[in-house]
């Protein structure tokens, strides 16, 4: 009971600790944390690049607390403190309470997990739903209850409603019943079945959105994937990066984790590692292989993370149980010792980056600031009754975010095959005729394509965002005046 106290204590500090940083920082909302905030303004199915979720709770944010960067982030912080509540219940239920109190600690500070707990992106909802998905199938190994399979269900179709991966988890839920001896027996059960109705249920919107849009998420997941890169750059990239994340002690553990549970479930039977093994190491090897084709972020692999987080901290304390006191104690202090410099440069990366003199643009928080500004420049430049548009799905999104009134930011095409969100849900047909101030990228001539929508188009000027300390710019935008849109045939709505 102690350590449950005192881990809820820890994870109630962290809540309030990102409150604060969240009202001191006074970090601007990040182009995607933008774009999730306008999609919540044009309620849908799903969308383009993900299903609904991330859309539902920051319409459910801004109800609350209103239609700000603070309202939109304490989604984020929210979840994250319910996400760390579960992941605590999974140590102490299943392992032990030293367990789950050491793995929540060290979770808490992971600077992975500490970022996502106050940037509102679609992976506060999948970190969540697979933590809350974890415990149900510890829980169904140890309690054989039939009715477990219809909450995996219902959890597996929110999860496909809050990103695509929870396909590819849906198949991991098979392989561990596959692979596990205690419950191979239920794919003679209905329940299992019953359980996936209600999953395709649950995740019926993504479906018919899809339907009706001919596969559009599908299609761009698959057009994400570059044509011309370097595997071993794109590779080395994701894996060294997650490694500066998660830490590098952290994420050695994490690794072991992963390759030791074949041997540890399959092998000697523990089913709880068969668990850990069916949820982590098929998510990171097919990240890698998604690396060798081109293309890998640190944070998709993340949901792979947690399970080997609370089996890492088990086995320690194993090993501190059978004799190597020494090693285990080392182990714990260097996983410390090296996240908490990270994770408070992570939140005040100012030190760091006067000594290493890291330029503005390779700073942390450089999608963070300017935002404003630049919507500022936009409005001085402005005549009464201007409509603006961006030629960048971010840029479009900020610009509608900080505007006054934040009225609707039109997303103007630069080529004719590429899509976003904002090709489904926005009306371009109010644009007909009508002039609009353009926000391009850089500070080149506007491409030919975004040219081509209007009758005549007038250069006002460039904006660029410059670092505070040494007033070095560190990106541009063009600002124009597009006379009379004409639009396009290829550009319907």
Not at 153 to 163: A, K, W
């Amino acid at each position: 009971m102690k350590r449950r106290t005192a881990a809820y204590i820890a994870i109630l500090a962290a809540f309030i600790f990102n409150i604060y940083y969240m009202k001191t920082a006074h970090l601007l909302l990040s182009p995607d944390e933008a774009y999730y905030w306008d999609w919540a303004r044009h309620p849908s199915l799903s969308y383009l690049d993900m299903g609904p979720m991330i859309a539902w709770i920051n319409m459910l944010m801004v109800r609350v607390f209103g239609s700000t960067a603070f309202a939109l982030r304490m989604g984020a912080n929210i979840f994250s403190a319910i996400t760390a509540m579960v992941f605590f219940e999974i140590g102490d239920r299943f392992f032990s309470g030293t367990t789950a109190l050491l793995a929540t600690i060290l979770y808490l500070l992971n600077p992975l997990v500490s970022a996502g707990s106050f940037i509102e992106t679609y992976y506060v909802p999948q970190i969540l739903l697979m933590t809350i998905l974890l415990f149900l199938l510890f829980e169904l190994n140890e309690a054989q209850k039939p009715r477990l399979w219809y909450l995996i269900g219902l959890v597996l179709g929110l999860g496909i409603l809050s990103h695509h991966m929870f396909f590819f988890f849906s198949l991991e839920v098979v392989l561990f019943v596959l692979i596990s001896d205690r419950n191979r027996h239920w794919l003679s059960r209905k329940e299992p079945y019953l359980g996936a109705v209600i999953t395709v249920i649950t995740a019926s919107p993504v479906f018919v959105w899809n339907l009706s849009h001919g596969l559009g998420m599908f299609r761009r997941a698959l057009s994400l994937l570059p044509g011309h890169y370097n595997p071993w750059f794109v590779f080395s990239n994701f894996f060294f990066g997650d490694m500066g994340l998660l830490t590098p002690f952290v994420f050695v553990l994490l690794l072991y984790v992963m390759l030791y549970s074949v041997k540890r479930g399959m092998f000697r039977h523990d089913e709880r590692f068969n668990v850990i093994l069916a949820t982590s190491l098929p998510t990171f090897v097919f990240i890698s292989f998604l690396a060798f084709k081109g293309r890998a972020e640190v944070n998709w692999p993340a949901a792979g993370f947690i399970a080997p987080f609370i089996g890492g901290v088990y086995l320690l304390e194993g090993a501190y149980k059978s004799g190597h006191k020494r090693f285990a104690v080392l182990s714990f202090v260097l996983m410390f010792v090296t996240t908490l410099p990270i994770v408070y440069f992570e939140h005040y990366p100012n030190w760091i980056v006067e000594k290493l003199r890291l330029p503005p643009k390779n700073q942390f928080t450089a999608r963070l600031r300017g935002w404003d500004r630049l919507a500022h420049e936009v409005e001085r430049l402005s005549r009464p009754g201007d409509i603006v548009g961006a030629t960048d799905y971010g840029v479009t999104a900020e610009l509608a975010f900080y505007l006054k009134g934040q009225p609707e930011v039109y997303y103007l095409k630069v080529n004719e095959t590429s899509k976003n969100a904002y090709w489904f849900f926005q009306d371009r047909r109010v644009l007909r005729g009508k002039d609009v101030i353009i926000v391009d990228r850089g500070s080149g001539d506007l491409n030919p394509v975004t040219r081509s929508l209007f009758s005549h188009v007038d250069r006002l000027g460039v904006f660029n965002f410059t670092d505070g300390a040494s007033g070095t710019p560190w990106a541009s935008f063009t600002i124009y005046r597009g006379y009379d849109y004409q639009g396009g045939a290829s550009w319907t709505r």
